[in-house]
């Protein structure tokens, strides 16, 4: 008799089978806790450096063979617990799961621990990842260094398999990645219909046609300005810094609203909305050619972008910064993303002149200044403080070319 007909033979009630597995999974999560409390103590006693690991994740991929980015997010969690004794509490009996408290962990602080165990104790494990990554990008400070670590990550990596495919993955920041599909939604709708194509399929032959429109010099043509939109719902709280749930990192939303049209929704405590306002673009087109026509390019030291610019508001309006020549200047793309999550900084000079500090905080000359009445020191960065209140949730759209 081999194995697999002692199984079929061996059968029993569906209903003992399940509690048997629930209790297996029980003692499996408690023993993952032991697992991370084991862990935190010889990462704390530096164990891993008797084997001359650079760190304790290198440790775990040489004894364990786990990967170092599973290595480091299974280090952070355990260390996370030490702030966080309800939610431990719970993984500790197996009434939390690994993946949940692993999710918890990225925002709870003493402060909100109470409420997210509450509400993980009742949520899936998808539903408590996706709140606490919504929770984390309304955090400005801590979501302004994950999306430069996401720009910073962004990658094109083709690949070639045996039987003569091809495989293209791509990486990108979550906005990015809508302007492309809603691009291939745009092309896919120009395809003819071909009987059996699934989607996938579909979005692949979209792909290979935007390519093709591309070298045949045909892009370009179909969609201008609003008529391709990226829309982000975001409530008026993180765009001011008071925390708040948002789909990207807070400081993302802030650089999209900055140069877009945005729609003031007026919701009740429930969510329904009450009304909603009419779309207006947050620099009015006459003046975004005024500004074109002084700025001619991106204001960044040394960068001559003057095609897919945006109008960055100096104080941002959210922060009660005038939409005006005075707090305006062109930045391309990429120097707008620096500027908001990148941690680089638009200082004013006495005279009103603008100039730029780096990362290092260092300055860098700047090739063209946006004259200014106001104050010395304003700065448009993640890394000020900000004040403000209401409970207004905006739609942003990027404004496009
Ligand atoms: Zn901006
Ligand atoms: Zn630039």
Known sequence: MNANTSMVTSFRPLAELEVDLLDTWHVLTQVTYR?????????????????GSADCADWLNLKCGLSRNTAQEKLRTARAMYDLPQ????????????SKVRALSRVATPERETHLLDYALGATAAQVEDYCRRLRNGDRNVSSQDAYRNLGNRSLVRSFRDNGAGCISVELPREDVEIIMQALDHVSSGLPEIDGRSIFARGADALVQMARDVLAGNAGSGVAGDQYQVVVHVEESVLKNEGGESDLPAESVRRICCDASIV?????????PLSIGRKQRAVPTAMRRALQARDRSCCFPGCTHDRWVDAHHIRHWVDGGETSLNNLMLLCTHHHRLVHEGGVQIRRRHDGTCYFLGRNRRPVEAHVSARVSAEDGAISSPFSAEEG?????????????
């Open 264 to 272: 003031a929704l007026v919701k009740n405590d429930r969510g329904q």
């Open 35 to 51: 697992f991370l409390v084991l862990l935190r103590e010889f990462d704390l006693r530096q164990g891993w450096a008797e084997w």
């Open 389 to 401: 209140g209401g409970g207004r949730d905006f739609v942003g759209v990027p404004a496009g070319p």
């Open 87 to 98: 939610i431990e509490a719970a993984f500790k009996c197996g009434d939390l799961s690994y």
